[in-house]
Structures are given as structure tokens and as C-alpha cells.
């Protein structure tokens, strides 16, 4: 009788070590279906981000254009951004492991700025002043009467470009920041770009490079 108990609970304590091992592999191999769906919940009742919003997450930044349980979807933007032209899939358990930035969550109005160097041979104070102009007529024609329209009481803090001035080993570097919608960002900073820098080569003023980039 005791061999046979003795053995009766040495299958028992087998059956449960192996249905502890099975658990264990299902709870493993479901980890990442769980986070997603988790993530997913987080994304929904927090409203992390919707549809048409554009983001920075895991690494990746790009318009979002689907929601799923276990992924969202993304068409990627590169730094200036532009479309790539790629679609990518990201786990939705990153919204709970990383952070996420979004660009256009409430309103699609961001910062961005234009900036030209110029070498210390230019007469970069004149220029300095030419090119606040050219960027608050354009700002005052172009984006003002939108941002009153969308800011309305919040409007006087936009209401100017916000001018800043850097100085390296090169020359001196002027830029000029400004609200504007996202989705025509860069047409709008192109302009800028070709305005001042027409303006830059009729006035024969030295500049080493020029470009724009985007801030946040």
C-alpha cells in the first residue's frame, strides 16, 4: 500500500511539474500578444494618438494611417518630412515601453524655423534684418489670418517670429522660427528659403550654406 501511494503521488507531483511547464510556455509565448493588446487599450481610452496623426516611436517617424489590436500602422516620413514611400508595422506594446511624440496631437500646428550662415565677411546685421522682414511679411500674408482662426484668444503669442542669432568658428548662423501647419510645412519653409536666398545673391552677401530645420 505505501508503494503504491508513494508512487500514485510521484505521478501526481510529475503532472503537476509538467502542466507548470506547459503554463509557464503558454504564458511566455503570449507575453507579447498580451502587451499589444494592452497597448492597444492604452492607445484607444488614453487616446495616445488617432488616425492622421504623425509620430516618433521606436524609432520610426511617420503618419499614422491604421489602428490594429496588435500593430500600428505607420507611413514614414524622413527627417525633412517628406514621405519615404514605406509602410511599417510597429508593435503596439512600444506605448507602454517607450515614449511616443506626437507632432500633431490637438492641433497640426508645429515650430519649425528657417536658418541661413553667413560668413563674418557679410554684412550679416543688415542681413539679419533684411530676412526678419522677408520671414514676417511672408508670415504675416501666408499664416497669421489661419493661426487667428485657430488660436483665437492664445493668437497674441504667435502673433510675431520668434528671431535667434548663433555664433561659431564660421561665421554667424540666423534663425527664425514661426508656427505652422504641419502637413505644408515645407512648401511654406521652401519659399522662405528661396525668397531670402534671391534676395541674399542680388545683395552679393556671403553665405556658406543655407537650410531649414524642423523643431519641437
Known sequence: LFITFSLLFKQVG?????????????????????????????????????????????????????IKVMYT???????????????????????????????????????DEVAIYLTYQSNWKKAQKIAEKIVQDYYNKNIKKELKKKFKEEFKAQDE???????????????FRYLVDFNISNKIKGEINLTMRNVYVTLYFHYYTCFSGKMQ
Open 161 to 175: 517670429i520668434v528671431p535667434r542669432i548663433e555664433i561659431n568658428e564660421k561665421g554667424v548662423i540666423l534663425k
Open 14 to 66: 510529475s503532472l503537476i511539474t509538467s502542466l507548470g511547464l506547459i503554463g509557464f510556455g503558454i504564458t511566455f509565448a503570449l507575453q507579447k500578444p498580451i502587451l499589444n493588446f494592452v497597448g492597444w487599450l492604452t492607445i484607444v481610452f488614453n487616446k495616445t494618438y488617432k488616425l492622421g496623426d504623425v509620430v516618433s516611436m521606436n524609432n520610426t517617424t511617420g503618419r499614422i494611417y491604421d
Open 73 to 111: 500602422d505607420l507611413a514614414e516620413l524622413n527627417n525633412a518630412g517628406d514621405p519615404t514611400g514605406k509602410s511599417i508595422s510597429i508593435p503596439n506594446e512600444f506605448v507602454l515601453t517607450s515614449s511616443v511624440t506626437n507632432f500633431t496631437k490637438g492641433t497640426d500646428y508645429i515650430w
